[in-house]
């Protein structure tokens, strides 16, 4: 039998003082139970937990306790997609990343916390649980109740694992090579993703940029605008106004390619400012010879004129031709070319929205009206979903623009000799193939 420490004694008479004076009933109830608990605890006497302490979700179990109980083996693949969002492979990697993190060392079966001898006093979840928890939370809307349904785990304890668990995967994804966001680093990707454009969508009308060179625009540039709820304060309620979509909203953009992936963000704009402001930055890395040795080129609409046509020092910027607030050409042939690279930039930069819807509709918390004032924790949140999607396009392969552009690509690498590894960024030369001339 040990004796409750004066210390923590202190704190029990401060609680039930603090319950008397409420002159609230329930709250008395409840927190003499609770001083009851921990004086018995401290006892060492068999006790039943008093009711309220566990939710009723806890003592059955929950959907994915009976899961474990039951064993993994018996939960196929679709299932873990379905109920998580990714397959039981990208599962596993990230909780084989996440066991080495200092700060789920504490929820790792070997470590010291789970060979107590009271049960109670060893941590409620391991690293899988909070794996799928983070997991489960972004593949759905994520509301408390459901989730404490679906894995089994208390309110109480719901945000402290979600909170420890968003921040180790992001920590993992900012060095993990297939979560990368930034620009091509192989010389070849600039070509190949233009390429597979024309294999798809005919050949480009121009072929050649003002400086003689091959003309090759790999990315496509876009902004979007996300619902959010009307803000109390009236300088908020006007910065965060969407001009174009009419309702309060943050601005996202996003430079994609056609193989499905995020190479470069702004999020959290104010509503009000234009893509072409916000693209600043984005455009100060295409413009930048270093970051884009290969002068890639970028798909844009008319919202981003002001990038078009710069100088002829950087690389290519093709946007459509708007004949309603365009100048009118007069000379026919060249307004028939005007139209014919109008369509094709038109064409080919519907994969761009498909990127987009991919983004949000893969992570359905995104589309959620937050409250602005928590912006910090949004902008988390979003590039949290930023590096998971280029997670799964490059691990899983699921995206729908991989599935039209793809195949040209490995064609296209094929004659090169090559097979580019997408997850780790690299080249490796086909055994006994002849490499063409790049």
């Not at 390429?195 to 990315?219: D, I, M, N, W």
């Not at 509503?271 to 002068?295: C, H, K, M, T």
């Not at 798909?299 to 093709?318: H, K, Q, R, S, T």
């Not at 080919?348 to 589309?367: D, I, S």
């Amino acid at each position: 039998m040990v004796a409750v420490p004066a210390a923590v004694t202190g704190k029990l008479r401060t609680l039930a003082k603090a319950a008397a004076a409420s002159r609230c009933p329930f709250k008395q109830r409840k927190v003499a139970a609770f001083v009851t608990f921990v004086v018995l605890l401290y006892k060492r006497i068999p006790y039943a937990l008093p009711p309220g302490y566990l939710t009723a979700v806890v003592r059955y179990r929950g959907f994915w306790r009976d899961v474990r109980d039951a064993g993994l083996q018996h939960f196929p693949e679709l299932a873990w997609i379905r109920f998580c969002g990714f397959g039981p492979s990208a599962v596993n990697q990230a909780v084989r990343a996440l066991s080495l993190d200092p700060e789920l060392a504490s929820l790792v079966p070997g470590s010291r916390y789970w060979r107590r001898l009271d049960p109670r006093a060893r941590p409620t979840c391991d690293v899988l649980d909070v794996v799928v928890l983070v997991f489960r939370e972004l593949a759905t809307i994520g509301y408390q109740h459901q989730l404490e349904i679906d894995m089994g785990i208390i309110r109480s304890l719901l945000g402290k694992y979600l909170r420890r668990g968003k921040a180790a995967l992001l920590r993992w994804l900012k060095d993990l090579p297939a979560a990368r966001v930034g620009l091509f680093k192989g010389p070849l990707m600039g070509k190949v993703a233009h390429e597979s454009l024309e294999a798809q969508h005919g050949v480009c009308p121009r072929r050649f940029g003002s400086t003689k060179q091959p003309l090759y625009v790999g990315y496509a540039l876009d902004g979007t605008v996300t619902p959010i709820l009307i803000p109390s304060d009236p300088h908020l309620a006007i910065k965060f106004w969407s001009l174009s979509k009419r309702h309060h909203g943050f601005s996202c953009i996003f430079l994609v390619s056609p193989f499905g992936t995020v190479h470069a963000a702004r999020l959290g704009l104010p509503g009000y400012q234009n893509d072409s402001r916000g693209a600043e930055l984005i455009f100060a890395q295409i413009f930048n010879p270093v970051i884009n040795p290969s002068r890639d080129g970028v798909l844009v609409d008319f919202g981003l004129a002001d990038y078009c046509n710069v100088g002829p020092d950087v690389p290519p910027v093709l946007r459509p031709f708007q004949p309603a607030k365009d100048r009118m050409i007069v000379d026919r042939a060249q307004a028939g070319e005007a139209a014919e690279l109008s369509r094709w930039v038109t064409t080919c930069r519907q994969y761009n929205e498909w990127v987009n819807g991919t983004l949000k509709r893969g992570f359905p918390r995104w589309l959620v009206r937050r409250d602005i004032k928590f912006m910090d924790k949004l902008l988390e949140d979003l590039e949290l979903y930023i590096l998971l999607h280029n997670f799964r396009v490059r691990t899983c392969e699921w995206s729908q623009t991989r599935t039209v552009y793809l195949r040209h690509a490995e064609e296209l690498f094929a004659q090169q000799g090559l097979v580019f590894v997408e997850a780790t960024g690299t080249y490796d030369f086909v055994v006994g193939a002849e490499r063409a001339d790049p």
